[in-house]
């Protein structure tokens, strides 16, 4: 037998098995639901048994697939005479038989908890052979709008458009938002132009007469939010003022700056100057003693050593040899500083008679006096 002849027979079968039995769901009315979440719905599947209906009772709640080629998923089941009502994990807790006993004729379902996933098509299927009914409904979960937030995009200054605006952040569309004013006489503007799908209210060519209270209200099919705010129109900034103060403070930093670089350059060079100073040379400073100590010492050591070296002959040309190293003698810083005598001082006598040669035949030794600068010092 072909394949399609075999279908046929089938679906003919079927039709006239619904046609004898008595089986029937009785419920009427809307097909569709409108929810918001968190809120409860009922799905109603009422339904009637006749006596040629004798075989064993079954009601299945299913969410019907968007696409064909899917299959359809069972949301909760009765069969056996026992519920199913954890069968759908993702409602598991949340879908419930409304009748504590179906069988006598009441398959309805209740939803709580609401999710906006919860939207979509639910079909229930009662079957009790050889009868089998089904009855679909569309169940639509709207989210009600959030709390809106109410602020000024733009410049709030006077003579500009003032742009208000009001935004939910969630809720199903369509969104509508309405604006009034709660202060003064209530009114609007002349010159605003409303949004009602976007949420703006544009007030164009602003004055201070529109400052005041405005509230905004966001609505949909389930539910409706509000915010409130205050606009003040401000004039607008005196701008001559704000360009002179902003001179004026570059002035004064210029000011300061050109300051303490002129007091960085003078302590700079203050500095420099004293370290000069230290490392100057000064004439007027007198030698050092121990200098002075060591010349007169190598003059005495050196008279004395002459005078040794005579001999007890020589003895008689003594005082003529002291008178001559009276102008060896090294002077000190008082007779340095004591201006010189007028007077020239008398030539020792016997000059021919103390010369070089005369000192050596008489056995003098000849001594060598270091020379000397004008303030003592050996050179």
Same mark, same amino acid.
């Given at each position: 037998?072909?394949? /399609?002849?075999?279908?046929?027979?089938?679906?003919?079968?079927?039709?006239?098995?619904?046609?004898?039995?008595?089986?029937?769901?009785?419920?009427?009315?809307?097909?569709?639901?409108?929810?918001?979440?968190?809120?409860? *719905?009922?799905?109603?599947?009422?339904?009637?048994?006749?006596?040629?209906? +004798?075989?064993?009772?079954?009601?299945? /709640?299913?969410?019907? =697939?968007?696409?064909?080629?899917?299959?359809?998923?069972?949301?909760?089941?009765? %069969?056996?005479?026992?519920?199913?009502?954890?069968?759908?994990?993702?409602?598991?807790?949340?879908? @419930?038989?409304?009748?504590?006993? #179906?069988?006598?004729?009441?398959?309805?379902?209740?939803?709580?908890?609401?999710?906006?996933?919860?939207?979509?098509?639910?079909?229930?299927?009662?079957? $009790? *052979?050889?009868?089998?009914?089904?009855?679909?409904?569309?169940?639509?979960?709207?989210?009600?709008?959030? $709390?809106?937030?109410?602020?000024?995009? +733009?410049?709030?200054?006077?003579?500009?458009?003032?742009?208000?605006?009001?935004?939910?952040?969630?809720?199903?569309? #369509?969104?509508?938002?309405?604006?009034?004013?709660?202060?003064?006489?209530?009114?609007?503007?002349?010159?605003?132009?409303?949004?009602?799908?976007?949420?703006?209210?544009?007030?164009?060519?602003? %004055? *201070?007469?529109?400052?005041?209270?405005?509230?905004?209200?966001?609505?949909?099919?389930?539910?409706?939010?509000?915010?409130?705010? @205050?606009?003040?129109?401000?004039?607008?900034?005196?701008?001559?003022?704000?360009?002179?103060?902003?001179?004026?403070?570059?002035?004064?930093?210029?000011?300061?700056?050109?300051?303490?670089?002129?007091?960085?350059?003078? *302590? &700079?060079?203050?500095?420099?100057?004293?370290?000069?100073?230290?490392?100057?040379?000064?004439?007027? !400073?007198?030698?050092? $003693?121990? &200098?002075? +100590?060591?010349?007169? %010492?190598?003059? !005495?050591?050196?008279?004395? +050593?002459?005078?040794?070296?005579?001999?007890?002959?020589?003895?008689?040309?003594? @005082?003529?040899?002291?008178?001559?190293?009276?102008?060896?003698?090294? #002077?000190?810083?008082?007779?340095?500083?004591?201006?010189?005598?007028?007077?020239?001082?008398?030539?020792?006598?016997? =000059?021919?008679?103390?010369?070089?040669?005369?000192?050596?035949?008489?056995?003098?030794?000849?001594?060598?006096?270091?020379?000397?600068?004008?303030?003592?010092?050996?050179?």
């Amino acid at each position: 037998m072909e394949p /399609w002849i075999v279908r046929v027979c089938c679906l003919l079968y079927s039709l006239l098995a619904g046609v004898a039995s008595g089986l029937e769901i009785t419920t009427t009315g809307q097909t569709s639901i409108e929810k918001a979440s968190g809120q409860s *719905a009922k799905l109603d599947c009422q339904f009637t048994l006749a006596a040629e209906d +004798s075989g064993p009772l079954d009601i299945e /709640w299913s969410l019907v =697939a968007s696409d064909n080629q899917q299959e359809d998923t069972v949301v909760i089941l009765y %069969s056996g005479d026992r519920a199913y009502e954890d069968y759908y994990a993702p409602m598991k807790g949340r879908v @419930h038989f409304t009748s504590s006993d #179906p069988k006598n004729g009441d398959g309805s379902i209740n939803l709580t908890g609401l999710k906006s996933a919860d939207s979509g098509t639910y079909q229930c299927k009662v079957k $009790k *052979a050889p009868g089998i009914r089904s009855r679909k409904m569309n169940l639509i979960v709207m989210v009600k709008p959030a $709390k809106p937030r109410c602020y000024a995009e +733009s410049s709030t200054e006077e003579g500009k458009d003032v742009m208000l605006r009001c935004l939910s952040s969630e809720g199903t569309n #369509p969104l509508k938002y309405t604006w009034e004013r709660t202060s003064d006489n209530k009114l609007l503007p002349a010159s605003a132009v409303l949004d009602p799908v976007g949420g703006t209210i544009n007030v164009k060519n602003a %004055s *201070a007469s529109a400052s005041g209270t405005y509230r905004c209200t966001v609505s949909n099919r389930v539910g409706t939010e509000e915010c409130v705010m @205050h606009l003040k129109v401000t004039p607008p900034p005196n701008t001559a003022g704000i360009v002179a103060g902003t001179i004026i403070a570059i002035l004064l930093i210029l000011l300061i700056i050109a300051i303490i670089l002129y007091c960085c350059c003078r *302590a &700079r060079h203050r500095k420099k100057y004293e370290k000069e100073i230290c490392n100057e040379i000064r004439e007027d !400073v007198p030698p050092p $003693k121990s &200098r002075m +100590s060591t010349a007169r %010492s190598i003059t !005495v050591g050196s008279q004395r +050593s002459s005078l040794g070296s005579m001999s007890p002959s020589n003895l008689s040309n003594l @005082h003529d040899y002291a008178l001559k190293t009276q102008y060896d003698k090294i #002077p000190t810083t008082e007779e340095y500083e004591r201006p010189p005598s007028r007077v020239p001082l008398p030539p020792p006598p016997n =000059a021919s008679k103390m010369a070089g040669p005369n000192l050596s035949r008489m056995g003098a030794i000849a001594v060598m006096i270091p020379a000397q600068n004008r303030d003592g010092s050996i050179v």
